[in-house]
């Protein structure tokens, strides 16, 4: 789909417009001229004098002209209408089998249960979760796999009514929504379901058989708790063979620890169990702290200090992400403006998820938030992942245009695990490359990646990016990053992410430490 079709077509018509517009001038002059010699064409006469032909004849010209270009508007918005729809369908729905996706999914479950939560009747959700499936991939390919989900989708797609929403939110999991549905008929349609994937599945030449598990749960308030009751009681179904699990709270306390803190987690956000640490970036040349990295971390009642890998992406599946970005925003920008009132001068990088920059509303909370710091936009740098640039470009590019536009500074993290061009990525609004540190941490003992952190320092520069290297653990790599021509780095060696509290202290340390004369 050529999306820049509409734009091309609008200057072309703007040509032709002002094309057609010439030839009405001229050929109205060229009347007028003729008629200063003469009364032409001399048949005419009365008040139907040749002023009156003119302007007759090029109003026709107008008209003709008017009613082309007319027509081609009409085709151009229709395009440029479909080309939207078309995008608007691919993000909320899955390649593959064709259903709804996840995102399109949470927006039908918002629905779903507003509508409840207004006193509607409740809202039914099951999820099936395929019991071989990984099998018949692993066995027999990718391609036998692709075939068998979307023989399922088929065949689920058979068994349910028309108003039930079905989803595949990812995997070999399944989701129908029954909006207006209580627990018996659910319980019904769960059978069915189940029933249904029981049969054999003739795909490729091959008769395959799967099983499921499917977790049941009706709530008519909360999506979220929707969908982790519908996790717990499937995971209850498939630890137990029972086929049909329905949720009940006394299945909290076996679901595995993941699905408990997840249940936490909005709770946790709303009061304040996410803290922030902070990890100094240095520069290389001089030793100066430029800033800081902003962490996020939950100080759970019970787990302890609980590291993002295990609750980010959790939110990014069920919809918190937006207030947990909101959340880490708000206190890094309140620290870096304590900061500010103590003389020091730092950027704090904030990690934005995937989902954030689908997030059309985002630029507008953050220049709230940094008006509601007093902070000028060049203290808050925003950090990208190249996948989630590249998962929905346009919409992406239009938040990070207009996030660029409130001047504050983007980055892209994580450089080199992805599949981005460093070409595609200097197309984007950014202004700095984060070199993963996988390739950091090596480049001491692994030659191959010490060429690449060569060449991607080379070539960002070129491409005007300031580049900074993450997990440097040692004052070798440091040192060697130095030589490379690297802006700034990030590690253990300089400093661990650390609370507030003590950065005062470490950015002390810092300038001590690489001010001093290097030890020989
Ligand atoms: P990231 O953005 O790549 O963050 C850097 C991670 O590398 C941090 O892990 C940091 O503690 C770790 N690290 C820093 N220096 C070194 C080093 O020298 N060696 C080693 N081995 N590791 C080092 P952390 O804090 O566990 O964060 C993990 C990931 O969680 C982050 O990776 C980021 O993707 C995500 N994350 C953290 N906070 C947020 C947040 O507020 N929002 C979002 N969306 N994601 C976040
Ligand atoms: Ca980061
Ligand atoms: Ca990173």
């Known amino acids: 789909m050529d999306l820049h079709a509409g734009t091309g077509g609008i200057a072309a018509l703007r040509t032709r417009v002002l094309r057609e517009a010439a030839v009405v001038v001229l050929v109205t002059a060229a009347f007028t001229a003729a008629s200063a010699y003469g009364d032409w064409p001399e048949m005419i006469t009365g008040p139907a004098d040749d002023v009156v032909l003119v302007l007759a004849f090029s109003h026709l010209l107008m008209m003709v002209f008017g009613k082309r270009r007319s027509d081609e508007l009409k085709a ?56 071989r499936f990984k099998e018949v991939n692993d066995t027999l390919g990718h391609h036998v796999g692709d075939m068998l989900l979307r023989s399922v989708a088929g065949r689920l797609t058979e068994e349910l009514r028309d108003d039930a929403v079905l989803a595949r939110p990812g995997g070999d999991e399944f989701v129908v929504l029954l909006p207006g549905c209580g627990p018996e008929e659910a319980e019904q349609v769960a059978g069915r379901v189940l029933r249904a994937l029981r049969r054999p599945f003739a795909v490729d030449g091959l008769l395959l058989e799967v099983d499921g598990s499917c977790g049941l749960a009706v709530d008519g308030s909360d999506v979220a708790e929707l969908f982790r009751h519908a996790d717990v009681a499937m995971y209850a179904a498939k630890a137990d063979h029972l086929g049909i699990a329905v949720y009940r709270p006394s299945l909290d306390a076996e679901a595995p620890e993941h699905l408990t803190l997840f249940g936490d987690l909005r709770r946790a956000i709303r009061e304040g169990e996410l803290v922030v640490h902070y990890q100094p970036r240095v520069a290389l040349a001089g030793g100066r702290v430029l800033g800081v990295e902003a962490l996020v971390r939950w100080q759970h009642p019970v787990h302890g200090l609980v590291p993002p890998a295990q609750f980010v992406p959790l939110a990014e599946q069920t919809g918190l992400v937006q207030p947990l970005t909101e959340a880490v925003l708000d206190q890094a920008l309140a620290a870096c403006r304590r900061w500010h009132d103590q003389g020091l001068r730092l950027t704090v990088s904030v990690n934005l998820s995937a989902r954030s920059l689908l997030d059309v509303g985002l630029p507008d909370r953050v220049a709230e938030l940094l008006a509601r710091h007093e902070l000028p936009a060049d203290r808050l740098e925003l950090e990208i992942t190249e996948s989630a640039a590249m998962k929905d470009p346009v919409r992406a590019l239009d938040v990070l245009h207009r996030l660029r536009d409130l001047g504050l500074e983007l980055s892209v993290d994580d450089y080199g695990t992805g599949h981005a061009s460093l070409a595609y990525l200097s197309r984007l609004p950014v202004s700095t490359l984060k070199i993963d540190r996988s390739f950091v941490q090596t480049m001491e003992l692994d030659a191959s990646d010490r060429t690449i952190v060569r060449s991607t320092i080379d070539l960002a520069h070129s491409l005007g990016l300031r580049v900074v290297a993450e997990g440097v653990e040692t004052r070798a790599t440091w040192d060697e990053l130095a030589v490379l021509g690297c802006d700034a780095a990030q590690g253990y060696w300089l400093a661990r992410p650390l609370p507030e509290a003590e950065l005062l202290g470490c950015v002390a340390e810092l300038r001590h430490r690489l001010a001093a004369p290097r030890p020989v």
């Open 76 to 131: 151009e918005v229709a395009s440029r209408r479909a080309a939207e729809q078309e995008l608007r369908h691919r993000v909320r729905h899955d390649e593959l089998t064709g259903l709804l996706n996840r995102s399109g999914l949470i927006d039908e479950a918002a629905a779903a249960v507003a509508a409840s939560a207004a006193g509607g009747p409740p809202t039914a959700a099951i999820l099936i979760d395929l019991d």
